[in-house]
């Protein structure tokens, strides 16, 4: 029995047989044949057949029930009935009914909608099974990651999200004015603050919503999305590739422990989770270029005509897209990281390898099963010199970054992190077809509305 009001949710119900509880809900379908009526009714927690016998009610109330359309507000008085064949394994028989609202004609009904249709009607769309499995996985997910961390030594710092400066490149910047002091941008990561937190707690973590004005309009990209990132003084790459392996290994544990039911709805083949069990391949950059050449798979380009064209064999120093993550991946059917990328096509905080300038001790976690990059991160610059240098290489307004060279003044350390893309882990760990079904508002280039 809920604490603030007599009733019960329905998964709790298996606490409740044989007595007389109150459920609150929305009809989520309706049968009815004569003297009977079977109305489905959700309420967030489950679904539960509320069985409205015309001899056990008033004539009033069986019009009622009889008068419920889809997503019809009510609450259902009765006793609940253990009983193997209903969905859930417990039914009540009702004895009173009372309704808040008769719902307008639903616009989402269980016959097939568009994609733009349902995104449209986001506020109603949560409400279907699959949607609302998703949203408990994520929920799931996210209470994993404070727990692995928690449990773990970090404590949680959060990072602000309103800042004077870039950290992930200029290109992606949500820019608002901000009073007197000229521009501020919405954070693209909480690295950096992280980082002075790291050294005034040794390991913390920040999570929290991270903004990119991508131009990328795919199944894996969000404007808005949530990111946790640990920062530890003290690790360096490899301490660092352990830790995200260690929480991954965690998470996909958690789902598969507490969200059966989910994943069942959502028709997961749990076995490939399964299979994440830890020690997940390591290759470096280098190594991976090779290994596209053995395998002729290309890097692809535009022509002059905006055309696509293939370069054999794929160049050392670009970065790898969609194409070669997956590619590399169909090999594995765990989590893998790829280390030491070009110095090139990485950000500017990242440390480069003492025996080889060419590359930084950065890496990133990319999923099976066609996840993507689930996970980047790196070895920080420590040095004062070099990270001086690399600010002025990337052209980025030094004043602004004084506070943070000041960490490298102040008793440096070589010191790592990372950051984990919540969404893109919701959509790998539930199968989701696009990254706005794992978030409840998806913010995309062309939706900000509902
Ligand atoms: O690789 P990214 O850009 O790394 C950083 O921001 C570092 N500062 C993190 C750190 O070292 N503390 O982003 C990290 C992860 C990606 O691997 C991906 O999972 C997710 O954040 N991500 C996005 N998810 C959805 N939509 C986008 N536009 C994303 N961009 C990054
Ligand atoms: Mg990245």
Redesign the pocket.
């Known amino acids: 029995m809920s604490r603030y009001q007599s009733y019960v949710y329905i998964e709790d119900l298996g606490k409740h047989v044989d007595e007389e509880v109150t459920l609150n809900g929305w009809l989520y379908n309706k049968r009815g044949k004569g003297k009977l009526q079977f109305l489905i009714l959700r309420d967030g927690t489950g679904i539960c057949q509320c069985v409205v016998f015309k001899g056990n009610v008033s004539e009033e109330k069986f019009a009622e029930a009889k008068s419920l359309t889809q997503e019809s507000s009510f609450s259902a008085m009765g006793k609940v009935v253990a009983s193997e064949k209903a969905p859930g394994g417990y039914e009540l028989d009702v004895t009173d009914l009372k309704i808040y609202q008769i719902s307008d004609e639903y616009p989402i009904t269980p016959k097939e909608h568009g994609d733009s249709f349902l995104i449209e009607h986001r506020h109603l769309w949560l409400r279907s099974s699959r949607q609302h499995a998703i949203m408990r996985v994520r929920a799931a997910v996210q209470k994993a990651i404070r727990d692995f961390f928690d449990n773990n030594g970090f404590k949680l710092m959060d990072s602000p999200l309103l800042t004077p400066n870039a950290?992930?490149g200029t290109s992606t910047l949500f820019e608002t004015k901000y009073f007197d002091l000229g521009n501020a941008y919405l954070s693209?990561?909480?690295?950096l603050y992280?980082e002075a937190s790291a050294m005034a707690l040794g390991r913390v973590y920040t999570f929290g919503p991270?903004f990119?004005a991508?131009r990328?309009k795919t199944r894996?990209?969000?404007?808005e999305?949530w990111?946790v990132?640990?920062?530890m003084a003290f690790f360096d790459l490899e301490d660092d590739m352990q830790l995200a392996e260690d929480l991954t290994v965690y998470i996909v544990k958690y789902c598969l422990e507490h969200c059966k039911p989910e994943l069942e709805t959502l028709e997961r083949d749990i076995t490939k989770l399964e299979k994440v069990q830890g020690n997940f391949p390591r290759l470096s950059y280098t190594e991976a270029v090779e290994w596209l050449a053995e395998n002729k798979i290309p890097l692809m380009v535009k022509d002059e005509n905006g055309q696509d064209k293939e370069v054999h064999p794929f160049p050392w120093g670009e970065d790898f897209g969609t194409v070669q993550e997956e590619a590399i991946m169909e090999q594995f059917d765990q989590p893998c990281f790829i280390y030491d990328y070009p110095t090139e096509v990485k950000?500017f905080y990242m440390k480069r390898n003492p025996e080889n300038q060419k590359v930084v001790r950065a890496m990133?976690?990319l999923g099976p099963e066609k996840a993507?990059?689930?996970?980047?991160?790196?070895q920080r610059e420590d040095d004062f010199d070099l990270l001086e240098e690399r600010i002025k290489a990337h052209d980025l307004p030094m004043e602004d970054f004084k506070w943070y060279l000041d960490l490298r003044k102040y008793g440096s350390v070589p010191h790592s992190?990372?950051?984990?893309?919540l969404?893109?882990?919701v959509k790998w760990i539930t199968g989701a077809k696009h990254?706005r079904e794992t978030i409840p508002m998806p913010r995309m280039i062309h939706r900000i509305i509902p």
């Open positions: 950290c992930e693209q990561s909480g690295q992280a991270a990119r991508e990328s894996k990209h969000l404007t999305f990111m990132e640990p920062e950000a990133d976690m993507g990059e689930l996970i980047g991160g790196s992190g990372f950051g984990m893309g969404e893109r882990t990254i």
